[in-house]
Nanobody
Framework: QVQLVESGGGLVQAGGSLRLSCAASGRTFSSYAMGWFRQAPGKEREFVAAISASGAITYYADSVKGRFTISRDNAKNTVYLQMNSLKPEDTAVYCC?????????????????WGQGTQVTVSS
């Protein structure tokens, strides 16, 4: 069993920044990929970013490329999502997820454990 706890969400004005954190416990963190997904009201959960077990490979959704950065600290069992130049359309609940293997994937099916999520609200 893996426990994932997100933090760092909040209310920010458009153009601002936030840094989300996801602390993991219960399994060898450095052995599996991690991802961030988000879900806005009335919409399906969508992929945001993913990172391989080693941190060497990252994937991003086109909508956040160049603005968001995913990273991980395997010594701290934590994955981060640095979000810059935030837009109102970034408003959503952001969840981290733990993958089933070392390589990252954009699909929800590639993740077996999910956090509860943290709310990000961007005002215009």
């Amino acid at each position: 069993q893996v426990q994932l706890v997100e933090s760092g969400g909040g209310l920010v004005q458009a153009g601002g920044s936030l840094r989300l954190s996801c602390a993991a416990s219960g399994r060898t963190f450095s052995s599996y990929a991690m991802g961030w997904f988000r879900q806005a009201p009335g919409k399906e959960r969508e992929f945001v970013a993913a990172i391989s077990a080693s941190g060497a490979i990252t994937y991003y959704a086109d909508s956040v490329k160049g603005r968001f950065t995913i990273s991980r600290d395997n010594a701290k069992n934590t994955v981060y999502l640095q979000m810059n130049s935030l837009k109102p359309e970034d408003t959503a609940v952001y969840c981290c997820a733990a993958g089933s293997r070392a390589s990252p994937t954009r699909g929800k099916d590639g993740y077996v454990y999910w956090g509860q999520g943290t709310q990000v609200t961007v005002s215009s």
